[in-house]
T-cell receptor
Framework: ETGVTQSPTHLIKTRGQQVTLRCSSQ?????VSWYQQALGQGPQFIFQ???????GRGNFPPRFSGLQFPNYSSELNVNALELDDSALYLCASSLDPLSNSPLHFGNGTRLTVT | AQSVTQLDSQVPVFEEAPVELRCNYSSSVSVYLFWYVQYPNQGLQLLLK??????LVKGINGFEAEFNKSQTSFHLRKPSVHISDTAEYFCAVSDLGGSEKLVFGKGTKLTVNP
């Protein structure tokens, strides 16, 4: 069973640039959620995708966008990067949202915006 | 809206001592409750969860938690800790929609000293 993998592991970008983070779901999982974890804080829910459609969104501006592909892998895109976007971005996959199945987290992508 | 308060940001203990990490939540609806552990430079791993039934929940690595609805608490306990338990612990809540959109606390850093 392959777990959740995220790439890249680390990334440095300049304010105003755009970034794409990638996530491969655990085998058999069709739901993916993205979280932002700032230094010293708990993760904050960005959005969730289920069968390629957005299935809920947290309190993040539209410059945070996502995609889920037919193989259930996912991307998180952030435009017009700001210094406060520096954080660990975590992807988590799970089964059907109504199944109460646990989230399986990847190890995250550490984004630094300078 | 839901919120989670982890009452201690840091908890230092000696090896083989008991530990309790405190968590209180606020919600206008019934909820599911979770504890996750995060080791350095890793994602989150589920320790245990409360969905329904017995209020005492047993998890991995010898941890357990008790759901107290009247006190809106879900404290995590372990009778005897090991050096390897040193990590960040996060309490989280989600609503009963099965949406798995978690609201996390800010975390408690558990340090086990020899």
């Amino acid at each position: 069973e392959t777990g959740v993998t995220q790439s890249p592991t680390h990334l440095i970008k300049t304010r105003g640039q755009q970034v794409t983070l990638r996530c491969s779901s655990q085998s058999g999982h069709n739901t993916v959620s993205w979280y932002q974890q700032a230094l010293g804080q708990g993760p904050q829910f960005i959005f969730q995708y289920y069968r390629e459609e957005e299935n809920g969104r947290g309190n993040f501006p539209p410059r945070f966008s996502g995609l889920q592909f037919p193989n259930y892998s996912s991307e998180l895109n952030v435009n017009a990067l700001e210094l406060d976007d520096s954080a660990l971005y975590l992807c988590a996959s799970s089964l059907d949202p109504l199944s109460n199945s646990p989230l399986h987290f990847g190890n995250g992508t550490r984004l630094t915006v300078t | 809206a839901q919120s989670v308060t982890q009452l201690d940001s840091q908890v230092p203990v000696f090896e083989e001592a008991p530990v309790e990490l405190r968590c209180n939540y606020s919600s206008s609806v019934s909820v599911y409750l979770f504890w996750y552990v995060q080791y350095p430079n890793q994602g989150l791993q589920l320790l245990l969860k409360y969905l329904s039934g017995s209020t005492l929940v047993k998890g991995i690595n010898g941890f357990e938690a008790e759901f107290n609805k009247s006190q809106t608490s879900f404290h995590l306990r372990k009778p005897s800790v090991h050096i390897s338990d040193t990590a960040e612990y996060f309490c989280a809540v989600s609503d009963l929609g099965g949406s798995e959109k978690l609201v996390f606390g800010k975390g408690t850093k558990l340090t086990v000293n020899p």
